[in-house]
Every structure is written in structure tokens, then in C-alpha cells.
């Protein structure tokens, strides 16, 4: 750990490709036991991030220590203290699970009989001890994901790095990732996520900073960023036939942000904004009253604009 007790460290750190600057003069500390999140568009920045904390691209500028290390220096060392989860699979398709979490646990030096019982904890962990002797090939998505994890751990890491690490998983295996992670959590290991999921973040990070365009635009709890950038509830509305006349919510909320399909009225009180709605006898097809979500904050802070 740096001398300010932080896992990762960063002050200024810049990541440029030529004439683009990808991640430009961030700071940010993660610290021991902490689940931090990374959200953001694409080309915010993050991958560029997380792959210079995991030290497989170089620091253009700035200062960066993870685990107390420069990686520059001592890249290697600071690697075989790392779990990652890359954002795709890299399994080994025609090995069984077993035979997955062994050869990656002999890359870092382990023996056979070190690795015997830690397969089994750890196929246990991410409950998958009755696949055990299975080729990965025909395993779901969400299993195969889960065996991505229990490899990243077959280290007993200081810092796990999870990239985007429930996408393209069905609803109840992405719940089922969630779990093996919090348990994770409980056990205090310290993990960096990143997520296009506001409900993912919302679950497991304990703090989280959202990045656009190489900068850090909010950083806080989840709590915090709703409270700081959003207001406690928000009304959806719904209309017939045409939206109504400008100005018409005027008065209504806090902000309004007219959408294509719908308008959006935040507010600190949903129910008492919905019987104004109604009071102004405007023509809705639907009101819903909702609380705040990471989502509303991001939205806010980055935009709807479809970044490619």
C-alpha cells in the first residue's frame, strides 16, 4: 500500500495515443476493502484506466502506485498480486473447469498439491464443484463467467479488477455474479469494477467515480451522487396524444427534462408533483412516481447522446 494507506493511487495520471488524450490528469485513491466502480460512456476513459492499473499499458504522465508499487518498475511483481476479470472470456474451451483453474494457477508458481484444495474452495465458492470435470465448451454464460472469477482468484489477490463483468448475462445470472461479488466484499477483498449497469454499481461499489470524455466529473457513494446531482424522486409522464404547450410544468419540480416518449419532473415530492399534474387537468396517459437512480445521475452528468 502507498504511505497514505491507499490500494491505488493516482495523482495527475494522463494516458495519451497520439494526438488522443484517453484519460486525462485524473486523481483517485482506492482504499483496502473498498469496492470501487468506474462508470462512464464509451471512449470515456475507463478501459484506458483499468488497463494501466493493471499494468499492461504504460503511464503517458502522472503518478500512479498500486499496492504501494510503481508499475513501471516493478510491473511483474504488482501483476502477481492482481485478479483480473477481462471483460471477455479467455477461457480455455477444450480443458474441464478443473483443468481451467489449474494451469492458471501454475502460471503464478503454484504446485499441484497447493492448488488441490484451493481449485476445490473455489469451485465450491462460485458453485460450480458439480461441473467440475466438464469441458467449458457447453457451459452457460453465466458459468462461464463465474469460473472467469474463481480463476482470478486462484492467487489470493490484494486487488481484483473486473471489467464489465455481467455483460451480456441473462437477468438471474447476472444476480447470481452479484452474490459470488458481495460475498467477496464481505470477506474484504478490495475490487475495482467497471459497469454500464446503474443497478450493478448501485449493488456492489461502495464508492464510485463517473468519467466522460478522460476526466472525473463526480465521485462519491452511490447515495451521494443521487443526493448531490439528482432529487429524491422523479415523475415520468406520459401523454395521449401531443406533449403539451412549453411552460406547462413550470413551477412543477425541481428540473424538467422533456424527452421524446415522455417527461421527466425530479422532484423531492413525487405524490404531491403527480396531483399538480393531475390538478392542471393535463391530458397524461400514465404517471409514474419512482425514486432517484445512479442512472438519472449519469444521464445528468454525461448525456443521452449515443457516444460510439
Known amino acids: 500500500m502507498t504511505a497514505n494507506g491507499s490500494m491505488i493511487h493516482a495523482r495527475g495520471l494522463v494516458k495519451r495515443f497520439g494526438e488522443l488524450v484517453a484519460v486525462d490528469g485524473i486523481d483517485l485513491d482506492v482504499r483496502p476493502g473498498e469496492a470501487f466502480g468506474f462508470l462512464g460512456p464509451n471512449g470515456a476513459g475507463k478501459s484506458s484506466t483499468m488497463r494501466m492499473i493493471g499494468c499492461v499499458s504504460p503511464v503517458t504522465s502522472g503518478t500512479l502506485r498500486i499496492l504501494g508499487r510503481d508499475p513501471a518498475r516493478e510491473g511483474p511483481l504488482i501483476r502477481s498480486r492482481l485478479g483480473v476479470v477481462p471483460q471477455q472470456d479467455t477461457l480455455d474451451f477444450e480443458l474441464t473447469v478443473r483443468e481451467n483453474v489449474l494451469i492458471y494457477g501454475r502460471y503464478f508458481g503454484l504446485s499441484r498439491r497447493q492448488l488441490k484444495p484451493r481449485i ?7 458453485q460450480l464443484t458439480e461441473r467440475a470435470g466438464d469441458k467449458v465448451e457447453p457451459l452457460s454464460g453465466g458459468m462461464k463467467r463465474r469460473l472467469t472469477i474463481a480463476r482470478s482468484l486462484v492467487n489470493d489477490p490484494d486487488l481484483l479488477l473486473l471489467d464489465e463483468p455481467t455483460t451480456g448475462l441473462d437477468p ?21 469494477v467497471t459497469t454500464h449497469y ?25 447515495r451521494q451522487l443521487i443526493e448531490r446531482y439528482s432529487t429524491r424522486e422523479v415523475v415520468e409522464v406520459r401523454f395521449e396524444d401531443a406533449r403539451p404547450r412549453n411552460g406547462v410544468f413550470e413551477g412543477l419540480a425541481d428540473r424538467v427534462e422533456e424527452l421524446p416518449d415522455r417527461v421527466l419532473l425530479y422532484t423531492r415530492d413525487g405524490d404531491a408533483t403527480a396531483s399538480a399534474i393531475a390538478d392542471r387537468g393535463l391530458p397524461t396517459h400514465s404517471t409514474l412516481v419512482r425514486r432517484s437512480t445512479l442512472e438519472d445521475v449519469f444521464l445528468h452528468l454525461t448525456g443521452r447522446t449515443l457516444v460510439d
Request: aromatic residues 8%.
Open 120 to 126: 476445490e474452495e473455489l469451485l465450491d465458492f462460485v
Open 198 to 222: 446503474m443497478d450493478e454499481a448501485e449493488q456492489l461499489c461502495d464508492r464510485l467515480v463517473v468519467m466522460d470524455k478522460g476526466k472525473i466529473v463526480a465521485e462519491g457513494s452511490p
Open 172 to 192: 438471474q445470472a447476472r444476480h447470481v455474479v452479484w452474490d459470488r461479488l458481495f460475498r467477496l466484499k464481505q470477506r474484504g477483498k478490495t475490487f475495482v
